[in-house]
Protein backbone atom coordinates (compact mmCIF):
# COMPACT_ATOMS: atom_id res chain seq x y z
CA UNK A 1 0.00 0.00 0.00
CA UNK A 2 1.11 3.40 -0.94
CA UNK A 3 2.34 5.69 1.89
CA UNK A 4 -0.99 7.66 2.82
CA UNK A 5 -0.91 10.91 1.79
CA UNK A 6 -0.23 14.14 4.77
CA UNK A 7 -2.91 17.13 4.06
CA UNK A 8 -4.79 19.64 6.44
CA UNK A 9 -8.32 18.12 7.30
CA UNK A 10 -9.72 21.78 6.01
CA UNK A 11 -8.95 20.56 2.84
CA UNK A 12 -10.09 17.06 2.47
CA UNK A 13 -14.19 17.23 2.92
CA UNK A 14 -13.96 14.57 0.06
CA UNK A 15 -14.14 11.67 2.43
CA UNK A 16 -17.15 13.79 4.94
CA UNK A 17 -20.66 12.77 4.51
CA UNK A 18 -23.90 14.75 5.44
CA UNK A 19 -24.28 12.84 8.62
CA UNK A 20 -22.34 13.88 11.33
CA UNK A 21 -20.24 11.64 13.18
CA UNK A 22 -21.76 10.92 16.79
CA UNK A 23 -19.28 9.99 20.38
CA UNK A 24 -20.86 8.65 23.20
CA UNK A 25 -19.56 8.86 26.37
CA UNK A 26 -19.37 11.69 28.84
CA UNK A 27 -15.98 13.96 28.62
CA UNK A 28 -15.16 13.02 31.34
CA UNK A 29 -14.07 9.26 30.29
CA UNK A 30 -12.20 7.70 27.33
CA UNK A 31 -14.39 9.33 25.07
CA UNK A 32 -12.32 12.55 25.95
CA UNK A 33 -9.66 10.90 23.65
CA UNK A 34 -11.82 10.80 20.68
CA UNK A 35 -13.14 14.20 21.31
CA UNK A 36 -9.48 15.58 21.16
CA UNK A 37 -9.12 13.89 18.19
CA UNK A 38 -11.76 14.95 16.32
CA UNK A 39 -10.58 18.67 17.78
CA UNK A 40 -7.09 18.21 16.36
CA UNK A 41 -8.33 17.07 13.22
CA UNK A 42 -11.11 19.51 12.13
CA UNK A 43 -13.49 16.72 12.58
CA UNK A 44 -17.10 17.94 12.85
CA UNK A 45 -19.00 15.83 15.58
CA UNK A 46 -22.31 15.59 18.24
CA UNK A 47 -21.10 14.32 21.66
CA UNK A 48 -24.05 12.30 23.39
CA UNK A 49 -22.47 12.49 26.71
CA UNK A 50 -23.67 8.64 28.07
CA UNK A 51 -22.92 8.14 31.72
CA UNK A 52 -21.62 5.60 33.04
CA UNK A 53 -20.38 4.16 36.80
CA UNK A 54 -23.89 6.39 38.04
CA UNK A 55 -26.81 4.83 39.08
CA UNK A 56 -28.85 4.29 36.00
CA UNK A 57 -26.09 4.79 33.62
CA UNK A 58 -27.03 5.56 29.80
CA UNK A 59 -24.45 2.95 29.04
CA UNK A 60 -26.37 0.60 30.42
CA UNK A 61 -29.61 1.21 28.51
CA UNK A 62 -30.93 -1.07 26.18
CA UNK A 63 -30.85 1.69 23.11
CA UNK A 64 -26.73 1.85 23.90
CA UNK A 65 -26.05 -1.91 24.18
CA UNK A 66 -27.12 -2.37 20.90
CA UNK A 67 -24.33 0.46 20.11
CA UNK A 68 -21.83 -1.30 22.55
CA UNK A 69 -22.60 -4.48 24.40
CA UNK A 70 -19.44 -3.51 27.01
CA UNK A 71 -22.08 -1.07 28.43
CA UNK A 72 -19.03 0.97 28.32
CA UNK A 73 -17.45 4.42 26.53
CA UNK A 74 -16.71 5.52 24.38
CA UNK A 75 -18.50 4.36 20.87
CA UNK A 76 -19.20 5.84 17.62
CA UNK A 77 -21.50 6.07 14.91
CA UNK A 78 -19.86 7.49 11.73
CA UNK A 79 -22.53 7.50 9.22
CA UNK A 80 -24.04 4.15 10.47
CA UNK A 81 -20.63 2.42 11.00
CA UNK A 82 -20.77 2.12 15.01
CA UNK A 83 -17.71 1.27 16.84
CA UNK A 84 -15.77 0.92 20.21
CA UNK A 85 -12.67 1.02 22.14
CA UNK A 86 -11.29 4.10 21.80
CA UNK A 87 -7.45 3.99 20.54
CA UNK A 88 -9.09 1.80 17.49
CA UNK A 89 -11.69 4.70 17.27
CA UNK A 90 -9.11 7.38 17.50
CA UNK A 91 -7.14 5.78 14.41
CA UNK A 92 -9.96 5.11 12.36
CA UNK A 93 -10.94 8.57 12.79
CA UNK A 94 -7.21 9.76 12.12
CA UNK A 95 -6.89 7.36 8.67
CA UNK A 96 -10.41 7.90 7.34
CA UNK A 97 -10.67 12.04 7.97
CA UNK A 98 -7.23 12.24 6.87
CA UNK A 99 -6.11 13.70 10.11
CA UNK A 100 -3.26 16.36 9.73
CA UNK A 101 -1.71 13.94 12.43
CA UNK A 102 -1.53 11.02 10.60
CA UNK A 103 1.89 9.69 9.73
CA UNK A 104 3.51 10.09 6.04
CA UNK A 105 5.51 7.01 6.00
CA UNK A 106 4.85 3.80 6.57
CA UNK A 107 7.97 4.05 9.20
CA UNK A 108 5.61 6.70 10.87
CA UNK A 109 3.06 4.46 10.88
CA UNK A 110 4.86 1.55 12.48
CA UNK A 111 5.98 3.83 15.24
CA UNK A 112 2.44 5.16 16.05
CA UNK A 113 1.34 1.55 16.12
CA UNK A 114 4.31 0.76 18.55
CA UNK A 115 3.52 3.46 20.56
CA UNK A 116 -0.12 2.70 20.64
CA UNK A 117 -0.22 -0.68 21.69
CA UNK A 118 2.47 -0.25 24.06
CA UNK A 119 0.47 2.32 25.92
CA UNK A 120 -2.42 0.23 25.40
CA UNK A 121 -0.74 -2.65 26.93
CA UNK A 122 2.07 -1.70 29.39
CA UNK A 123 0.61 1.63 30.87
CA UNK A 124 -3.02 2.26 31.22
CA UNK A 125 -4.12 -1.08 33.09
CA UNK A 126 -1.90 -0.05 35.56
CA UNK A 127 -2.39 3.63 35.46
CA UNK A 128 -6.20 3.34 35.88
CA UNK A 129 -5.50 0.72 38.64
CA UNK A 130 -3.63 3.55 40.41
CA UNK A 131 -6.39 5.95 39.42
CA UNK A 132 -9.20 3.49 41.15
CA UNK A 133 -6.87 2.83 43.89
CA UNK A 134 -5.73 6.65 44.61
CA UNK A 135 -9.03 8.88 43.38
CA UNK A 136 -11.78 6.73 42.31
CA UNK A 137 -12.65 4.29 44.99
CA UNK A 138 -14.13 5.12 48.20
CA UNK A 139 -11.13 5.15 51.04
CA UNK A 140 -12.74 1.82 52.70
CA UNK A 141 -12.34 0.08 49.69
CA UNK A 142 -8.68 1.39 48.82
CA UNK A 143 -6.03 -1.75 48.82
CA UNK A 144 -2.63 0.00 49.94
CA UNK A 145 -0.66 -3.19 48.82
CA UNK A 146 -2.46 -3.50 45.30
CA UNK A 147 -1.96 0.95 44.65
CA UNK A 148 1.89 0.28 45.25
CA UNK A 149 1.95 -2.53 42.90
CA UNK A 150 0.33 -0.38 40.44
CA UNK A 151 2.61 2.69 41.30
CA UNK A 152 5.66 0.44 40.86
CA UNK A 153 4.57 -0.66 38.01
CA UNK A 154 3.47 2.88 36.49
CA UNK A 155 7.51 4.16 37.56
CA UNK A 156 8.83 1.13 35.57
CA UNK A 157 6.75 2.44 32.36
CA UNK A 158 7.65 5.93 32.52
CA UNK A 159 11.09 5.73 32.50
CA UNK A 160 10.56 3.95 29.06
CA UNK A 161 8.70 6.84 28.71
CA UNK A 162 11.44 9.42 29.89
CA UNK A 163 14.50 7.64 28.26
CA UNK A 164 12.91 7.94 24.52
CA UNK A 165 12.35 11.53 24.86
CA UNK A 166 15.81 12.02 26.29
CA UNK A 167 16.79 11.34 23.34
CA UNK A 168 13.85 12.42 21.22
CA UNK A 169 11.81 15.89 21.03
CA UNK A 170 8.62 13.62 19.61
CA UNK A 171 7.52 9.79 19.91
CA UNK A 172 6.72 10.41 15.91
CA UNK A 173 9.19 11.54 13.59
CA UNK A 174 10.08 15.46 13.28
CA UNK A 175 6.78 16.42 14.76
CA UNK A 176 4.11 16.40 17.86
CA UNK A 177 1.82 13.86 15.08
CA UNK A 178 -0.55 11.08 15.76
CA UNK A 179 2.20 9.23 17.66
CA UNK A 180 2.50 11.28 20.09
CA UNK A 181 -1.78 11.70 20.60
CA UNK A 182 -1.75 8.22 20.91
CA UNK A 183 0.61 8.39 23.69
CA UNK A 184 -0.90 12.00 25.21
CA UNK A 185 -4.39 11.34 25.15
CA UNK A 186 -3.65 8.40 27.37
CA UNK A 187 -1.06 9.97 30.18
CA UNK A 188 -3.53 12.74 30.35
CA UNK A 189 -4.73 10.82 33.08
CA UNK A 190 -1.77 11.33 34.98
CA UNK A 191 -2.33 14.89 34.75
CA UNK A 192 -6.08 14.76 36.26
CA UNK A 193 -5.10 12.50 39.15
CA UNK A 194 -2.51 15.14 39.55
CA UNK A 195 0.40 12.35 39.54
CA UNK A 196 3.52 13.54 40.27
CA UNK A 197 5.70 13.56 37.53
CA UNK A 198 8.73 15.04 38.68
CA UNK A 199 11.40 12.55 38.47
CA UNK A 200 10.62 12.11 34.54
CA UNK A 201 11.03 16.17 33.81
CA UNK A 202 11.28 15.21 29.92
CA UNK A 203 7.72 13.49 30.13
CA UNK A 204 6.34 16.20 32.51
CA UNK A 205 7.28 19.30 29.79
CA UNK A 206 6.02 16.97 27.00
CA UNK A 207 3.10 16.40 28.47
CA UNK A 208 2.61 19.79 29.85
CA UNK A 209 3.34 20.91 25.90
CA UNK A 210 0.68 18.35 24.79
CA UNK A 211 -2.62 19.42 26.99
CA UNK A 212 -1.82 23.51 25.81
CA UNK A 213 -2.62 22.65 22.51
CA UNK A 214 -5.10 24.77 21.12
CA UNK A 215 -7.69 21.83 20.53
CA UNK A 216 -6.41 19.82 24.05
CA UNK A 217 -7.80 23.03 25.08
CA UNK A 218 -11.13 22.92 23.07
CA UNK A 219 -11.90 19.44 24.41
CA UNK A 220 -10.88 20.19 27.93
CA UNK A 221 -13.44 22.69 27.77
CA UNK A 222 -15.71 19.75 27.02
CA UNK A 223 -15.20 17.99 30.06
CA UNK A 224 -16.75 20.85 32.32
N1 LIG B 1 -10.64 -0.31 26.45
C1 LIG B 1 -11.83 0.50 26.44
C2 LIG B 1 -12.22 0.80 27.89
C3 LIG B 1 -13.53 1.54 27.97
C4 LIG B 1 -13.90 1.84 29.43
O1 LIG B 1 -13.62 1.04 30.34
N2 LIG B 1 -14.54 3.00 29.63
C5 LIG B 1 -14.97 3.35 30.96
C6 LIG B 1 -15.09 4.86 31.10
S1 LIG B 1 -13.51 5.65 31.02
C7 LIG B 1 -16.38 2.78 31.18
O2 LIG B 1 -17.18 2.83 30.28
N3 LIG B 1 -16.62 2.27 32.37
C8 LIG B 1 -17.91 1.79 32.74
C9 LIG B 1 -17.91 0.36 33.13
O3 LIG B 1 -16.88 -0.33 32.97
O4 LIG B 1 -18.97 -0.10 33.60
C10 LIG B 1 -11.57 1.77 25.64
O5 LIG B 1 -10.41 2.24 25.61
O6 LIG B 1 -12.48 2.31 25.02
Redesign the pocket.
Known sequence: MPPLPIARASRLPDTRTDTVLKIY??A??????VLWLCKESNIPFEHDPVS??VPN?K??EDWYLKLNP?????TIDDDGFVM??????NLYLARKYKSPLWPSTPQGEGRMLQWAFFI?NDI?QAM?GLLQQRVALPADKRNAALEAEYDAKVQDRLKVLEDHLAANRFFGGDRWDMADFMVASVVFTFTGMKYDLSKWPKLEAWLKASAERPAAQEAIKLRG
Open positions: GQRSRAFRVNAAKNARVPWESAAIAEV
